[in-house]
């Protein structure tokens, strides 16, 4: 069976029947499954459910993946993912031009989303399970079985949901290339609102309200104007939550992975079955939060290490982020008004595919005007860093010192020559409740040394085009100290 291009490795495949085996039959490994089942790269099986009173068939399917081994998802749930949202996002690479750096960092956001939507129900079982439960101020919030049903299948939506707002290369081309008051979780409420994507929570089972999918999706700090009360908050946790978030947790193991680094690794299954929604009792309130289990505090400490080495070695890679600068610099002069539209149908219709044939389409014709900002891509002609800030540079009183270093740059060798970026520094580690073994809540800062000292992040750092880099460290070497009040 040839693979189907509904899926991101193989076809579907499903059982037809015990009398037909395959040439090489494997045991799938679930409890007494005793009967032949076709493998292919992906879609592992299809078993189908007869419903009560003769109803249509319902089926159960499996996709195999690289990083989860199998991702569970409904015939209902597969509606959303053969939507033309979410299948957009098999051509939206995951970290950007990355992959001009790592070579194998060419793994998708249609993949990531699969990964979110299974770690997160792994969450939602674990937190929700009675016997995880401690505190009467955590039972009040957790619904009847009935509307726990509903808030899973609102979760798992959402977490497939999280992305589909997102841009051509990601991030990479946010900030800039969007009008003012919008970003990708904008975008991502109107898709989860279109008149596809409403025809599809009307027929899920159960049906599913799309202002409940938004709320998880984007969370309380993007929803506006829907609030969101305690227990969606903790759900939108689950989700994209600074701490425990699924979508954390997946894009470290699998960027990680794609990349072939180790710096992503932790063990995100101990981490899992040790979460808990615990009181903030230290906090003097009994407000409830996602926290966890003392022994899963050496987990989190190594989702929060892993996370600080692949921003520093992968996310921020200086050559990394001059790329995103030239792809920013390309969009900017090939898109109409020099933004993206924020219409649907142009969103939908736009992906990494249709921006990449504009980039080689520019670099084959020398008269194009995008012909240079093609070329620095299309042959890694990137610009090359010749300062980068180091902590002693702030002793002169600048407390951003590239920003310095960049300005007097322009002015000695021109603006076109000169590109700067800046990441403000931003904490690793997030304060989480801890139930140590003698049941008192406790701060994660407080109790691990290794998450209160983590350092902060940042990016301050100066490139030039390299036909000129000799020129500009000998340039910086001759004014840099003078510049930042250092002599």
């Known amino acids: 069976m040839r693979a189907s291009p509904l899926y991101p490795l193989a076809g579907l495949t499903g059982r037809f029947g015990p009398q037909i085996a395959p040439s090489n039959p494997r045991n799938v490994g679930h409890k007494e499954h005793k009967e032949n089942i076709y493998y292919l790269d992906l879609v592992i099986y299809s078993v189908a459910i007869r419903q009560r009173g003769g109803k249509i068939m319902k089926h159960n399917h ?15 749930e597969r509606r959303v993912v053969d939507s033309r949202p979410f299948q957009r996002l098999r051509h939206i690479h995951q970290l950007a031009l990355t992959y001009l750096v790592y070579p194998g960092a060419t793994h998708k956001r249609f993949e990531h989303s699969l990964g979110v939507m299974h770690l997160a129900s792994r969450i939602f079982d674990v937190v929700t ?20 049903r509903y808030w899973k299948s609102v979760l ?17 081309a946010e900030d800039q290339l969007l009008p003012d008051g919008y970003d990708h979780e904008r975008l991502t409420k109107d898709i989860i609102r279109s008149p596809e994507m409403l025809e599809i929570w009307e027929t899920m089972t159960p049906r599913l309200r799309s202002d409940d999918i938004i709320k998880l999706a984007v969370g309380p700090k993007k929803a506006d104007p829907l609030e969101l009360d305690t227990w969606e908050s903790i759900l939108a946790e689950i989700i994209i939550g600074d701490a425990f978030g699924a979508d954390r947790m997946d894009y470290l193991l ?27 009792s230290y906090a003097d309130t009994d407000e409830p939060a996602l926290g966890l289990e003392s022994g899963g505090l050496e987990s989190s400490e190594g989702l929060m290490v892993a996370r600080y080495f692949m921003y520093k070695q992968v996310y921020l890679h200086p050559i990394r982020r001059v790329y995103d600068i030239h792809l920013v610099d390309f969009l900017k002069s090939w898109l109409p008004n020099r ?30 005007s995008n012909y240079a900002l093609a070329k620095r891509i299309e042959c890694r002609e990137h610009f090359r860093f010749f300062y980068s800030a180091s902590p002693s540079d702030k002793d002169g009183g ?14 000695s060798f021109g603006r076109a020559a000169i590109r700067y970026d800046y990441v403000p520094p931003k904490s690793s580690a997030p304060n989480f409740p801890v139930r140590r073994y003698d049941g008192t ?8 040394p290794i998450l209160e000292k983590l350092p902060a992040i940042e990016v301050d750092t100066v490139y030039c085009d390299k036909s000129i880099l000799a020129d500009a460290v000998r340039w910086r ?8 009040d250092l002599e």
């Open 62 to 76: 499996e996709f195999r993946d690289p990083i989860h081994t199998f991702i569970s998802l409904r015939t209902d």
């Open 129 to 148: 399970a009675p016997e995880n439960i401690f505190d009467d101020s955590v039972r009040r919030i957790i619904p009847d079985e009935e509307a726990k």
């Open 156 to 172: 798992r939506t959402a977490a497939l949901c999280h992305d589909l707002g997102h841009l051509p290369f990601s991030h990479a």
């Open 254 to 280: 699998r960027d990680s992975y794609h990349a072939g680094v180790e710096y992503g690794k932790f063990d995100h299954n101990r981490l899992i079955n040790t979460l808990r929604i615990l009181p903030l």
């Open 339 to 368: 933004i993206f539209s924020t219409k649907l149908k142009t969103i939908l219709g736009m992906t990494d595919i249709e921006a990449l044939a504009a980039i080689r389409k520019a670099y084959d014709t020398a008269k194009s």
């Open 398 to 411: 600048k407390l951003i010192p590239g920003r310095t270093i960049a300005a007097a740059a322009e002015a």
């Open 441 to 448: 809540i406790e701060s994660s800062l407080k109790l691990s």
């Open 477 to 484: 070497q001759e004014n840099a100290a003078k510049l930042l």
